[in-house]
């Protein structure tokens, strides 16, 4: 690791701040991405500004018909909240799929919307649930806010405060596990707003990160049912190919894990 | 068996230390006056080094010094050595490129080291070597076997035409023509056996001191053998005679092989070690471990079995292409070659073999033994070729073993080796029997009613180890003798010391040694302990692999223990005025048998010390030494079935059960008995569904990280169900046979059978990844 400057924020307005004064500096949420890649020496910023003490900046609320997570809140907690649990099960479950219990216990949904890796699995449920990017700044729609791989419609310095979620009528997800970093080789959310709108999104399949996937869409909206997606075909082209899942194979997962994700949604 | 006895489960002594963080490893040493060494490795599978500029280096804060290879090569350091000589087929030696320790003109793999900077610390050597320019001129590489032996091809020594190490034969190949002749059916197989990366939780580490007043250097170092480390590096690197090196092999955190060989970190530590005059410090981290720490496997395989019209296999033929990587490593030549064909027999009776062995340069890391070496290729090979052969012939799998069986010993196989004992039949009884093989098809039908594909697969695997009679591997080629030497030590006030040449990584001696000593004495494991892992107070020592510390470091062991239980039997006898003969040991006291005189064992250590009453002539003190010689290998064997079921929508596997049937001979303690088949198992499933050390076609290595090359994990593998079946080694007074590699050798084709078996496809190559899987379900 390269020299830098550690700096605990005890505010959102006071990690701005330090932001605007530093030459090159870099938040830092849990740290499951940020600090591996400084400790390879790919990344060497000036100074590190912690947000993961900024109590405003942690917690699962339910009110009304929002789930809303605050930035800097772990993945475990989320897996673990009974407001979570409660209004959409499907996300709580989603935390609980993420890494393994050390990367839970460290890593962040702002951490990991602001990465953006186009395998993180909060990406795929932000965009099927329509939810809305909250930041110190504005609020942005989810599928304004991926940009595609490790790219987002943040500015530099800005910080994400909360990810607001609708309550959806029903939601499933399904993960395939990358076998070796436990990320997604493919994985798919599907919701059924409380308006009856169908939407679909796959993490880990495409080449430019998170997608929806209008076919899936199309034939759940005509019938609720893993069935339905029997027909469906998923083209491989576009889609990422690496040695642990080939194009074909991730295509194949699109469908396969929409079929589950819709069978857990019930 | 008493408490502490052999047989007794006993908790290992030594956990105390490692579950409270006490373990004391390589980097937990630290020396006064210290520097850290970083090296500067190559981004390029193979490149000429034009030049290296370290001018702006040398200026960076707390640097000592920047090394290259060259002037390594001038100070006369010697290159590395491969220590097994193999001879092909045309009589010709093995074809040796030359590898030094850092590279001074050409780079043959990425991760070779080029230059090495010596600073302050670790992180100001880092920052120095970003800064140093090393000018490379890339040329055209090659990582595949195939493609390195194809005309052509870019080429890695020049000693070494078409990239060929050596084509070596084994076997009658006439015999076996005519087997096939005549053969009522014959089985043909193409198989990949997929290169590893061993992954030892603790990386490698050294630090070496040079005492320049007493031209003595002190090595410590991560090795499973540190008397082979200081032979080699005296003998064959210039670094210093052995009576002036001392090699200290402390509390060493994994090794699975990829310990044993002396690799150019430690080499280059030692000469920066006189080179600056301080102490130097080297600890590999993960990404060096996965680019430097020899890999293991890497073969592709065409075999042939021929059958007689019952089944009988009558001539095997084998054709292997062996990946060595870029260049020799220690015993890389032994392991496709007597540690692989030899056991190409496996539990069958074959009357006829004939192997051919390719040895092949390519640019990747070098590959060398990993637990198991050269006989998990054999017998995932052997195994899978029985699969095959079941699935082609319509028989079921464990009868046409059965047929095949050797079942009378000892038994002479056409390929070098001499199984001593064994009962084959047993072990696949037992393990039939704990799966209910016979309610399989019942548990198929209804997983498939489930939507799941469930399949069983066999492996009947035997291995050879307590490695090895010295005479015997002096004739095929080995550079050392593979005996091991013991010290008994016991000490005025009755406690013991043993002192013993294997070194233990993992392998809980501290434990099972004592428990000779307790079931001997009849005193408690906590007045005994055991000295390993430093030159200067073990006398001698070959080190710890190939399954061989109890089966030959603990039989020298017991021939030290019966020379000081003899003369403690003479004083004993003195002292109690009773004949030798008549005293025997009873719960730590010396007794005169059928009396009740008798002497506690203390007072004889006393007595031995004190010598005022001592036998006359006898000469005062209590401690002997052994050298044990082995008189055959061992044969391991044993039966293991694996229940699984395949996902049709993903490919996964998810195991249902997994049975293992092993006969080791003599246990010592069960508990870390099972703790070795347990990591065995893993390593062996790993092997089967997720582990691959991969290249691409320039040879960058895909998988340099966790998070691409994946490790088997607790929920990857099943709960295991073990057993024994035992038949007594009779090479060895103890009876053991060994039990390190067993897991590993075995298991790989177990879980390929079943998965085989459940897609109703025979062809897919390991790791069976979820998407191959996929693949082979739905290919047309
Ligand atoms: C072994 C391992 C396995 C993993 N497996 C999975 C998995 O299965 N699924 C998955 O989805 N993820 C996985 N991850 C990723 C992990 O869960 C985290 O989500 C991710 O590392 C980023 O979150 P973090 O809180 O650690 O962010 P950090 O590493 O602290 O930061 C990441 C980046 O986001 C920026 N940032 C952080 N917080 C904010 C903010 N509030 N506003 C603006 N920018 C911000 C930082 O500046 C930095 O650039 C894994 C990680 C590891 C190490």
Redesign the pocket.
């Given at each position: 690791m390269y020299q830098t400057t550690y700096h605990r924020a005890s505010s959102v307005d006071e990690a701005a701040s330090l932001f605007a004064k530093s030459s090159e500096a870099?938040?830092?949420?849990?740290?499951?991405?940020?600090?591996?890649?400084m400790k390879q020496r790919l990344?060497g910023p000036s100074d590190v500004?912690d947000?993961?003490k900024i109590k405003d900046?942690i917690g699962v609320e339910a009110s009304g018909d929002t789930l809303t997570i605050k930035?800097?809140t772990?993945?475990y907690d989320v897996a673990s909240s009974d407001a979570a649990k409660k209004a959409i099960p499907a996300l709580a479950y989603l935390a609980s799929?993420?890494?393994?219990p050390?990367?839970?216990y460290?890593?962040?949904?702002?951490?990991?919307?602001?990465?953006n890796?186009p395998?993180?699995?909060?990406?795929a449920s932000l965009l099927a649930l329509d939810a809305t990017v909250k930041?110190n700044k504005r609020s942005i729609a989810a599928a304004d806010f991926f940009k595609g791989l490790f790219t987002t419609a943040?500015e530099d310095g800005?910080?994400?405060?909360a990810v607001s979620f609708p309550v959806p009528a029903k939601a499933g997800y399904s993960?395939m596990?990358?076998p070796a970093?436990?990320?997604?080789l493919t994985?798919v959310f599907v919701a059924q707003t409380k308006s009856g709108e169908v939407r679909v999104a796959a993490?880990g399949a495409s080449q430019n990160g998170v997608m929806r996937v209008p076919a899936i869409e199309a034939a759940l909206k005509a019938n609720w049912s893993p069935a339905a997606i029997d027909s469906v075909s998923i083209p491989a082209s576009g889609l990422l190919a690496d040695i642990h899942g080939s194009a074909e194979y991730r295509a194949n997962l699109v469908k396969v894990m929409a079929q589950r994700a819709v069978a857990a949604a019930g | 068996m008493g408490v502490e006895g052999i047989g007794a489960r006993v908790v290992r002594k030594e956990d105390k230390r490692f579950i409270t963080g006490k373990g004391r490893y390589v980097d937990d040493i630290k020396l006064t006056g210290m520097t850290h060494a970083y090296f500067i490795r190559s981004p390029h599978a193979h490149a000429k080094v034009k030049g290296i500029d370290s001018s702006a280096a040398l200026k960076m804060p707390g640097v000592v010094a920047v090394l290259t290879g060259k002037q390594l090569v001038d100070d006369k350091v010697g290159n590395l050595i491969c220590g097994w000589a193999i001879t092909s087929k045309d009589g010709s030696p093995m074809k040796m490129g030359a590898w030094p320790a850092m590279a001074p003109e050409t780079v043959r793999f990425v991760g070779q080291a080029v230059a090495v900077v010596i600073a302050e610390s670790k992180n100001l050597a880092r920052d120095a070597a970003e800064v140093v320019v090393v000018d490379y001129e890339e040329l055209p590489a090659v990582a595949d076997m195939h493609a390195a032996i194809k005309a052509g091809a870019p080429q890695l020594h020049p000693e070494a035409p078409g990239n060929q190490v050596y084509d070596w034969v084994i076997g009658d190949e006439s015999a076996t023509d005519a087997a096939f002749a005549k053969a009522a059916n014959v089985v043909k197989l193409d198989v990949t056996n997929n290169r590893l990366a061993p992954n030892a939780m603790e990386p490698r580490a050294a630090i070496a001191d040079y005492d320049a007043a007493e031209e003595h250097f002190t090595l410590y170092t991560t090795s499973q053998n540190p008397h082979v480390a200081r032979l080699v590096l005296s003998a064959f690197y210039n670094i210093a005679p052995e009576h002036k090196l001392r090699v200290i092999a402390p509390d060493v955190g994994g090794g699975f092989g990829s310990k044993i060989f002396i690799y150019p970190e430690e080499m280059v530590a030692l000469w920066a070690s006189k080179k600056v005059g301080r102490p130097v410090k080297w600890t590999g981290d993960r990404t060096e471990a996965f680019l430097t720490d020899a890999h293991g496997r890497d073969h592709i395989t065409h075999a042939e079995m021929a059958f007689d019209a019952n089944n009988k296999i009558i001539g095997l033929k084998v054709k292997t292409y062996a990946n060595f990587g870029a260049y020799m490593s220690l015993f890389s030549s032994s392991v496709p070659t007597y540690l692989y064909a030899t056991l190409l027999s496996g539990q069958y009776n074959i009357p006829a073999i004939h192997a051919e062995v390719i040895g092949v340069y390519t640019n990747t890391t070098p590959v060398d033994a990993y637990r198991g070496a050269g006989r998990p290729e054999a017998s995932y090979l052997i195994e899978r070729l029985m699969e095959t052969a079941a699935r082609q012939l319509n028989v079921d799998p464990a009868q046409l073993r059965r047929t095949n069986f050797i079942t009378q010993f000892p038994h002479q196989t056409p390929v070098i080796m001499a199984y001593d004992t064994g009962d084959f039949n047993a072990s696949l009884d037992a393990a039939m029997k704990a799966i209910d093989y016979a309610g399989f098809p019942a548990r198929k039908a209804k997983a498939k009613a489930d939507g799941k594909l469930r399949g069983i697969g066999v492996s009947c695997y035997i291995e050879a180890c307590g490695i090895a009679p010295s005479k015997a591997v002096g004739s095929l080629g080995a550079g050392v003798g593979l005996w091991e030497s013991a010290e008994v030590r016991v000490n005025p006030v009755g406690t013991i010391e043993i002192l013993t040449g294997s070194h233990s990584h993992g392998q809980g001696h501290e434990t099972t040694f004592c428990q000779l000593v307790a079931e001997r004495l009849g005193v408690p494991i906590s007045q005994v302990s055991i000295v390993h892992g430093d030159t200067d107070k073990v006398q001698f020592g070959m080190g710890t692999y190939g399954s061989r510390s109890a089966a030959v470091g603990l039989t020298a062991i017991l021939k030290a223990m019966e020379k000081m239980e003899s003369k403690a039997k003479k004083i004993a006898a003195h002292a109690l005025e009773a004949s030798e003969g008549d005293i025997v040991i009873e719960n730590g006291e010396f007794k005169v048998a059928g009396t009740d005189k008798a002497i506690a064992f203390p007072m004889v250590a006393l007595a031995a010390y004190t010598a005022h009453n001592l036998p006359d002539g006898m000469e005062p003190g209590l401690k002997e030494s052994a050298f044990y010689d082995p008189t055959n290998f061992t044969f391991p064997a044993g039966a293991y079935i694996c229940e699984l079921e395949v996902d049709p929508g993903t490919g996964k596997t998810s195991f249902v059960n997994f049975v293992a049937a092993d006969d080791f001979g003599r246990l010592i303690n069960p508990m870390i008995v099972e703790g070795q088949v347990h990591g065995g198992l893993v390593q062996g499933i790993g092997q089967a569904l997720l582990e691959h050390a991969i290249y691409d076609a320039n040879g960058q290595p895909v998988t340099a990280s966790?998070?691409d090359y994946a490790m088997p994990r607790a929920d990857d593998v099943p709960s295991f169900n073990l057993s024994h079946t035992t038949t007594l080694c009779p090479g060895n007074p103890l009876g053991i046979k060994g039990c390190g590699e067993a897991g590993a050798i075995g298991a790989s084709a177990a879980v390929i059978n079943a998965i085989t078996d459940a897609i109703g496809k025979n062809n897919l190559e390991m790791p069976a990844t979820p998407d191959r899987v996929w693949r082979t379900i739905h290919a047309a």
């Open positions: 870099k938040f830092l949420s849990g740290g499951q991405t940020l600090l591996p890649v990344a500004i947000l993961a900046m930035a800097a772990p993945h799929l993420i890494g393994d050390a990367v839970r460290r890593g962040t949904i702002g951490g990991s919307i602001a990465n890796d395998a993180a699995d909060y990406p930041t943040l800005e910080i994400i405060t993960k596990p990358h970093s436990r990320f997604a994985g993490t | 966790f998070m």
